[in-house]
């Protein structure tokens, strides 16, 4: 390479010779000059770019995560301080029937669900997350302001309108919360830095440890204070916590990571699926100098992209990408009609993320028991600790926080770095054997249930308690104990398995989208929890019983625990085989360095599958 300008070897020693009327028939001379010329501007060029270090500011990482990472464990603890006790206020407080107060909760419930969805395509598009972020945590104190006021100040001829819209105010922060912040989190770690992939995947596990303290947090305080001291003090709490939340987020705002929206993340699905179909009689098959690899422009404010790889699965619509007569003849490109290898790998990764998606919805409804059919059990067992202080059946889902606290330090810490040794890689294991275990546990969660509540049943039968519902059974309620656990350590495989796989496999551009998609798991698994349960209630009463009657002694609740049991393990199989066939996220080799190791923490080597 030849080297141009005043400052150049060349230059300089020229200038030397002459000055100094050393002889140009003397090469060595002028040879040995050349060399400390080009050792003193090493020199400079080394100790230019130590300054520069120096003076970079500390951008992202850690030292912007962990900001980031104490605003959700505030806003999970309003949330849950909120959302766990909240059919109790509308019982007792506003005096509803229960069946209006669970419809509300329901309700309340399903639009915190759909409003990720909005959020997200909001982030992506046009906010960007940064901005979403902010805006959705003002949205937020302000409805949680507005709660605290209608329980305390407001009259009561119009408390009920002003509690409920402040409670759908705070549905609309929450969703914008709940796609971007953890999103937004994992942005502050580099794509392209080997040491940064490996300390997200630690990540991914401490941060949801700290959704899980938060939450936890809120069952022990929050309700309690609600609970026992007013409710004026226990939403005032919440209103607080958000409002250290927005504070600590605005603290960290010059080391966050920040990048701006790149338009809407649906567009390019829709134009492939169109260029795709309108060229579905083109011959041509998938070759490098027929195909469209893009202009390599970026937007305003964005970094530059990995680029990615060709993948042989979806070939359909590779024809979206190649360059037939008709676009060879254009001088401007018909995005609807020719897209570019990049785009059209996009599309593939949402396409691949699908059935995956629907092989977890089984998980959701598990999960789905703790809430109802396992707090029911609880009720009708011995619940009292000393002769004064009895645990409500509810709190007995803090048994699953608790599991999660006390085991997501010993997996990140003890489970990763044997199973590293001989699986080779940095995650232990990948993202998909990860959320495959989590669906294996569960398939115990339920056998669990179903044995115990057999041992329930045995025992009312033993006391003649068929006919009394209501009364306690002489059984300790610890015997609940193990499906608690069990399903703590399922949220620790499955939840951090699917919060990963869906950050990391979506395309850049859809991230925020990408985890509203993974909360919808959630929200879809309940619904379709309900449906199961009215098809077996239909069923069962058609054949002269009821599984799921009213009363519980004369129910059948292990049945339907083993029938959860049999359809968890049959999506079990379902997975597995959508897994094998399963084409982790690859980009260009030459674009990003050491990609074999940055692809092992994505979960493949070398083309490994699962």
């Known amino acids: 390479m030849h080297i141009k300008g005043p400052n150049c070897p060349n230059s300089i020693i020229k200038h030397f010779v002459i000055s100094n009327s050393i002889p140009l ?143 759908y105010i705070i549905a609309v922060g929450e969703g914008g919360h709940k796609p971007c912040v953890q999103t937004f989190a994992a942005d502050q770690f580099e794509e392209d830095s080997l040491e940064d992939k490996k300390v997200k995947s630690s990540f991914f596990n401490w941060w949801f440890w700290g959704i899980v303290a938060g939450q936890c947090s809120a069952i022990l305080v929050a309700i309690y204070v609600e609970d026992n001291v007013g409710w004026t003090a226990g939403i005032g709490m919440l209103a607080i916590a958000m409002a250290v939340a927005l504070i600590t987020f605005l603290l960290g705002i010059k080391r966050y990571r920040k990048q701006g929206p790149i338009g809407s993340p649906l567009t390019t699905v829709a134009q492939v699926l169109v260029a795709a179909v309108r060229k579905w009689r083109v011959k041509q098959k998938f070759d490098n100098c027929s195909v469209y690899q893009g202009d390599g422009l970026l937007a305003p404010g964005q970094p530059k992209a990995q680029t990615l790889a060709h993948t042989n699965q979806l070939r359909c619509l590779d024809k979206a990408m190649i360059i037939d007569n008709l676009d060879a003849m254009r001088t401007i490109r018909d995005p609807w009609r020719l ?30 028991q703790m809430n109802t059919f396992f707090v029911k059990q609880g009720s009708t067992l011995q619940r009292s600790i000393t002769p004064h202080f009895i645990i409500p059946p509810a709190s007995l889902q803090a048994l699953v926080g608790l599991t999660i606290l006390l085991n997501m330090p010993i997996y990140d810490r003890v489970f990763v770095p044997i199973a590293r040794k001989f699986t080779g890689h940095p995650s232990g294991i990948t993202v998909l054997q990860r959320i495959g275990t989590g669906l294996f546990l569960s398939i115990f969660i339920m056998i669990v249930s179903a044995l115990v509540e057999a041992k329930r049943i045995n025992v009312v039968k033993e006391y003649n308690l068929l006919d009394h519902p209501k009364s306690i059974v002489p059984m300790k309620v610890w015997w609940l104990l193990p499906q608690y ?15 990963e796989l869906f950050y990391a496999q979506m395309p850049e551009a859809m991230r925020s989208l990408g985890a509203a998609v993974y909360l919808s798991v959630t929200g879809i698994g309940n619904f379709i929890s309900s449906a199961i349960i009215s098809m ?24 339907f625990y083993w029938v959860l049991a049999g359809l968890s393990a049959l999506n079990l199989c379902i997975y597995v085989c959508i897994a094998m066939r399963f084409v982790y996220k690859k980009v260009e080799e030459d674009d990003v360095p050491g990609e074999k190791e940055s692809a092992a923490i994505n979960g493949y080597v070398d083309g490994e599958i699962i």
């Open 485 to 499: 656990i069990i399903t703590g350590l399922v949220e620790i495989f499955t939840y951090v398995g699917l919060q």
């Open 25 to 167: 028939h003397q090469p060595e001379l002028i040879t040995v000059v050349k060399a400390l010329v080009m050792i003193h501007n090493s020199h400079k060029d080394t100790k230019k770019q130590v300054d520069s270090a120096q003076q970079k500011p500390l951008i992202g990482g850690w030292n912007a995560a962990i900001f980031i990472f104490f605003v959700e464990v505030a806003e999970r603890f309003a949330f849950f301080g909120l959302a766990a006790n909240l059919i109790t206020y509308l019982t007792n407080e506003l005096h509803q029937p229960i069946s209006t107060a669970a419809k509300n909760v329901n309700t309340w419930a399903g639009v915190s669900y759909i409003v990720p969805l909005f959020a997200a395509f909001v982030a992506d598009s046009l906010f960007g997350r940064f901005n979403t972020i902010l805006l959705a945590s003002v949205i937020y104190l302000v409805g949680m302001i507005l709660l605290t006021l209608s329980v305390s100040v407001v009259p009561l001829d119009y408390r009920k309108a002003i509690f409920f819209v402040a409670l």
């Open 536 to 559: 077996v209630q239909a069923i069962s009463s058609g054949y002269g019983e009821e599984w799921l009657g009213d009363n519980i002694n004369r129910a059948h609740l292990d049945y």
């Open 339 to 368: 897209c570019s290898l990049h785009q059209v790998e996009e599309v593939k990764l949402v396409l691949r993320l699908f059935p995956i998606w629907l092989s977890c919805l089984m998980f959701a409804i598990v999960i789905s």
